[in-house]
């Protein structure tokens, strides 16, 4: 039996990006279904979504963020009655044509529920956009992943991953109160509670802008902190960061996260960048700070 794939997309204010995501997906050697498109930007990108027949177009006039996107794409796209789901962010573009059936045939061949390729940097092939920790470091070389073969109960979602529908029925939804920045931590999370099969394979990947500056060693390459380049990112990440803890009890996480950013901001002397960290980490361990973008402080 062949097995159908739909695609759950979102974007926001890249109209050139998502054509050539869409592109690159009609021209794919495996076929989707459907790519259900979520588009909460400031101005509509209908008229690129038109130029493909097989895009489920929703405007969303109420910024969702990543979360809340996927959240809409994805329930559109389990809908149709596809196999598997295919999730892309518009700045993402399968890496070749064959990325799609390599997923299927490597989530066939290994009983996987879940499959993720590697992420690489747009014009740095060699080089992984977001890290891997193999023996208690960081890396971003592709080539100390790819001799790995297999990362089993580890991805970098939402990115490129291919997942069974039913898997959504088992773990849920993205969380859209997250909004960005830890979403795709939390559902991985979720993974691993539920024993989804899950991994990364090696034997293909896509390309997502990558974040190379966001990674700040503290206590050598072994102790690390995000600190995202814009007080919008920043906000968001520290904040969901205290709430994963809270959630799902992390307490190796509090300790990296306190002794790591208390090290970093000191170190500098950034008695105000310790302070935001503070603010948006403690609400969220306590909590709070949740709701509609437009009473987010940052």
């Not at 997906?25 to 495996?30: K, L």
């Not at 910024?63 to 962010?89: Q, R």
């Not at 931590?185 to 099969?197: C, E, M, P, S, W």
């Not at 394979?201 to 690390?224: D, L, N, S």
Request: charged fraction near 25%; aromatic fraction near 12%; proline fraction near 4%.
């Amino acid at each position: 039996m062949t097995l159908s794939v739909a695609v759950a997309a979102v974007t926001f204010d890249r109209p050139r990006e998502l054509a050539v995501l869409l592109n690159a997906i009609n021209n794919q050697t495996a076929a989707v279904r459907s790519i259900c498109l979520v588009d909460s930007g400031t101005v509509p990108a209908r008229d690129v979504a038109e130029a493909h027949r097989n895009v489920d177009y929703v405007r969303s006039e109420a910024n969702l963020g990543g979360a809340g996107g996927f959240s809409l794409a994805i329930l559109k796209a389990v809908a149709t009655g596809a196999d598997w789901i295919w999730m892309m962010d518009d700045d993402a573009e399968p890496a070749d044509p064959e990325c799609l059936a390599t997923l299927v045939r490597e989530a066939e061949a290994r009983g996987l529920e879940a499959v993720v390729p590697l992420v690489v940097a747009p014009g740095h092939p060699d080089r992984l956009s977001f890290f891997f920790r193999l023996d208690g470091k960081v890396t971003h070389d592709r080539a100390d992943v790819e001799k790995i073969g297999f990362l089993p109960n580890d991805g970098h979602f939402f990115n490129g991953a291919l997942i069974r529908s039913d898997v959504f029925f088992t773990v849920g939804l993205p969380d859209m109160r997250l909004f960005i920045r830890g979403d795709e931590v939390d559902f991985t999370i979720r993974l691993r509670k539920a024993g989804i099969r899950f991994g990364t394979v090696t034997t293909t990947a896509i390309t997502h802008p990558h974040a190379f500056a966001e990674t700040k060693h503290v206590y050598g390459a072994r102790w690390h902190v995000i600190v995202p380049d814009s007080a919008f990112k920043r906000y968001f990440y520290y904040r969901n960061r205290g709430y994963l803890i809270r959630r799902h009890f992390r307490i190796k996480s509090l300790v990296a996260d306190v002794g790591g950013y208390l090290g970093y901001f000191t170190r500098r002397g950034d008695l105000r960048g310790l302070a935001d960290w503070f603010g948006a980490f403690s609400a969220g361990l306590r909590g709070k700070g949740f709701g509609p973008l437009k009473d987010q402080k940052f």
